[in-house]
């Protein structure tokens, strides 16, 4: 990949990649130190990456990348796990809040191929490319996240 490939990558996919990240997150500065890595690696391996497949190369390396971040963050943050999680609610919660609650019971993976497929409409064969997966495993992982999702959005206590 020469110098000016890379700056079209950049102009090219810099807000998807950002986009697809901070939605697994919720933090934009977190967000966007795993995108500038991400593009790091990518200028550092730019002479092994072909054009052609930088989309797939950039998304593989900023998936890792906030595997890493969520997992770093796990392990810092172990007490967060126990706190209560009964609290007084708002009646009427907004749909968008409901969503981000019921994301948020997923695992990074499910998440991951949630927003991938439903929020960045990516392929499945795309999907298993960036994420390491078998087009097979992620069809399955998809389809069971979907079913976790339907299970948390149906209950009326989250409704109301």
Known sequence: MTEKEYNECVSQYADNVFRFIF??????????????????KLWRNREGV???????????????QMI??????????????????TSIQEPKQSLKRILEEA???????????????????????EIGKITGLSESQVKVYLHRARLQLKEYLVKIENLV
């Open 23 to 40: 939605k697994n997150l919720r933090h934009e500065e977190d967000a966007r130190d795993v995108v500038q890595t991400a593009f790091e």
């Open 103 to 125: 994301l948020s019971r997923l695992n990074e993976t499910q998440r991951s191929l949630i927003m991938l497929k439903d929020y960045e409409g990516y392929s499945y064969e």
């Open 50 to 64: 072909l054009y052609e497949k930088s989309k797939s190369y950039l998304f593989a390396v900023a998936y890792n």
């Open 68 to 85: 890493d971040h969520i997992r770093k963050g796990k392990r810092v943050s172990l007490k967060d796990e126990f706190k209560e999680e």
